[in-house]
Structures are given as C-alpha cells and as structure tokens.
C-alpha cells in the first residue's frame, strides 16, 4: 500500500523558516517525481513544487520562487520542503503527492497533509 | 498561467440524483485533465485523469468527458459518501493550476 505521511509542520513567524518532510512506502521512491501542493483554510489547492525521480530537474510555483526549496533523499525514501522567508500567505496545509509515472502531471497519491501556521 | 474555473461553486442534490460539474480551461488543453474529490478534513483523491480514464479503484459511478476546454465530470447515481469537493486540474502546462472546486452537498 502506497503511504505517504508528512511531518515537521507547526507555527512560525512571518520571517522564519521551517522544513516539512514526507516518508514514502509501499512503492519505488526512487523512480517517481514527487510534489508538493499546499491549500489555504478555507481555499482550494495550490501547486507548490516538483521535483523529478532523480532530483535532476526542480520546478517552483512563482509565488515561492527564491524562498521555498525542494529537495529528496531516495536512500531514505524522504521528500523536503525547506521553507524561508515566510510569510502569512504562506499558511496552509501542506500535501506531498506522488507523480503518476506515465502520462502528464497527474497526482495518483496524497499524504494526509500538515499544518503550516506563519502568524505572530 | 492556464486558468481553469468550475461551475457549479456548490451544489446540492438528492440520493440517486444525476450530477454534473463543469470546468472550463482559458485555453485548449487538449485532454489534460484530471478530477479530484476531496472528501471534508482528507486529502485529495485522483478520480479520473486524461479527462475520462477511470483511476483504479474508483467507482464506476464516475465518468469524465471533454476535450480542448470544455470538461465534465458526471456522478451517474449520488451516493451519501459523495459528498466532498471536487476540483479539476489542468495538467497541459507547467505550473499546473487547479479549479476553484465544487462543493457537492447531499
């Protein structure tokens, strides 16, 4: 069974920083492209980063562009969110979504998501 | 950015009812869309992708249509489980963008 579980969440300052992670199973890690989207309370979903099978090639929503970075450890069946520069904009729910692995940007898997909160 | 608007907003409907929920791409993409449902406090759920390929394990119930910028999603027979928000995503282009969401009520 694929799982996807995400960690690190909680309240920073506008300013801060923060890192979320997400721990894969039940499925070749190494051999997908990973994602990450966010909602805000209330709001619909928002595509945030992608970052390919082999950590080759990295792509970013412009509104995180410069502050958020992507990354993942295939050892350790692990994907990365570090977030900088944040701003209250940037709370939401954060989900890690798995890369259908044929086909177009199609999201097949979803962690249970994790609560970012930036407020003073 | 492609942008990609569902109507209804909200809709409510009957056990049983026939339901229809509408996205519009502001450009051709092709067949490039996918369906989610996002059940109250869950993640989302891919339903259907390349606008009408039923993701395995998804009920039956669900079916897609439409191409260029024009898609559908119908709910052949509402059941009480349905009730979620659907949202739709263009996956034509980098940054992929996803509709607002319709919330389907029962």
Do not use: H
Not at chain 1, 1 to 14: A, R, Y
Not at chain 2, 43 to 64: D, H, K, T, W
């Amino acid at each position: 069974e694929v799982q996807l579980v995400e960690s690190g969440g909680g309240l920073v300052k506008p300013g801060g920083s923060l890192r979320v992670s997400c721990a894969a199973s039940g499925f070749t890690f190494s051999t997908y492209d990973m994602n990450w989207v966010r909602q805000a309370p209330g709001k619909g979903l928002e595509w945030v980063s992608s970052i390919s099978s082999s950590g080759s090639y990295i792509y970013y929503a412009d509104s995180v562009k410069g502050r958020f970075t992507i990354s993942r450890d295939n050892a350790k069946n692990s994907l990365f969110l570090q977030m900088n520069s944040l701003r209250a904009e940037d709370t939401a729910v954060y989900f890690c979504a798995r890369r259908r692995v044929v086909g177009a940007t199609t999201f097949d898997s979803w962690g249970q998501g994790i609560l970012v909160t930036v407020s003073s | 950015d492609i942008q990609m608007t569902q109507s209804p907003s909200s809709l409510s409907a009957s056990v049983g009812d026939r339901v229809t929920i509408s996205c519009r791409a502001s450009r051709t993409i092709s067949n490039y869309l996918n369906w989610y449902q996002q059940r109250p406090g869950k993640a989302p759920n891919l339903l259907i992708y390349a606008a009408s390929s039923l993701q395995s394990g998804v009920s039956s119930r669900f079916s897609g249509s439409g191409s260029g910028t024009d898609f559908t999603l119908t709910i052949s027979s509402l059941q009480p489980e349905d009730l979620a928000t659907y949202y739709c995503q263009q996956s034509f282009s980098t940054p992929v963008t996803f509709g607002q969401g319709t919330k389907v009520e029962i």
